[in-house]
């Protein structure tokens, strides 16, 4: 019965391949950027309503989001899978995003094949701008994953690394308001803004020494005058400021607010702040549905690496996974070699024979584990009583 049921899902990704190969490689030669992916989310809306997705399209007013579900004839979970399609500037798919798109989507296709006979619903959602202001946290905000039960998403990567944390982040701007004045004749009218932001610097590295090694505050400043005979009125810094959970993240963005304020207080300047890209929360890893797609992976002959990766960046998954049981598993693409994402290299490495095999590899053990989940509630309800304990 099991043996028939992972024949089943072999075929049928047996059968999907060529047009999953073709998405992939669609958007290989149209990278477009965050927010301006039209041709690539609609070249997964109409390959999802050829199999039998219903799609909203844009979806929550996002231009180049979508949601498509299918929704089995019988009565059972709701599995969501989250794909992207967003490129990079100068290199275009440097993150592999074509591939990761095909497949995701390809599994929520694959196992929307099953869930008439299984039971339960399939959701795929096109997730936009995940290199910039990702819209998994609109989506996590939302009400998208209120009638999901797990949610998953995977990265290619240079090895097959099991699920593990990312950092939390906040993106923050300082504006700093002084006054102009000619800055030899008559300095002492004015209010150097360009001071207040340089303080600000000095006083985040002063900072620096005393935060927990694994938080991240880094900067630049985007505006600072325009003449050197001018007193600056105006500077503006974009800062990240990123740590291993919340209350940490709350508390160390406080202390950066106030260095800030400090340095405006000295050069007798005026400071406002706000966010310029989305915040993202960390990842916290489901270890319960981890466990589970890891050990569908060994099945397959592929030892996930379980000193789990943890992420030294931020990912919008990492909102996601603190609405619903979820996991960001990565597969390798690089046949063995060491490769970085975010590169040229990595980017064409998404067209390889070895790299389509470990596609089909991943959506068979993302089949194999939401399969699981529907025909055994027990295991469902683990997942659940782990999302529960981790969150409240
Ligand atoms: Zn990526
Ligand atoms: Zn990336």
Redesign the pocket.
Known sequence: MTQDRDKKIKTLIKELRPELQALSEYIYEHPELGHEEVKSSKAHVELLEKHGFQVEYPYLGIETAFKAVYKGEKEGPSIAYLSEYDA?PGIGH??G?NLLGATDTGAGIVLSKRVDEIGGTVVVLGTPA??TNGDKVTMAAADTFDAVDVAFCTHPSDGYYASGTSMAMEAIEFRFYGKTAHAAAAPFEGKNALDACINFFNNVSSLRQQIHPTARVHGVIKEGGEAANVIPDYARAEFYVRAMDMPYLNKLKEKVIRCAEAGALAADCKMEWGHYEASYKNMITNETLSSLYNEKMQELGIDMITEERDSM?SMDMGNVSQVVPAINPYFEITNGKAVS??TTEFRDCTLTEEAYQAMEKTIEALTLTATELIMDPKKLEKVKEEFDQTLK
């Open positions: 990079l440097g993150c995003h995940e290199e960046g994402a975010h």
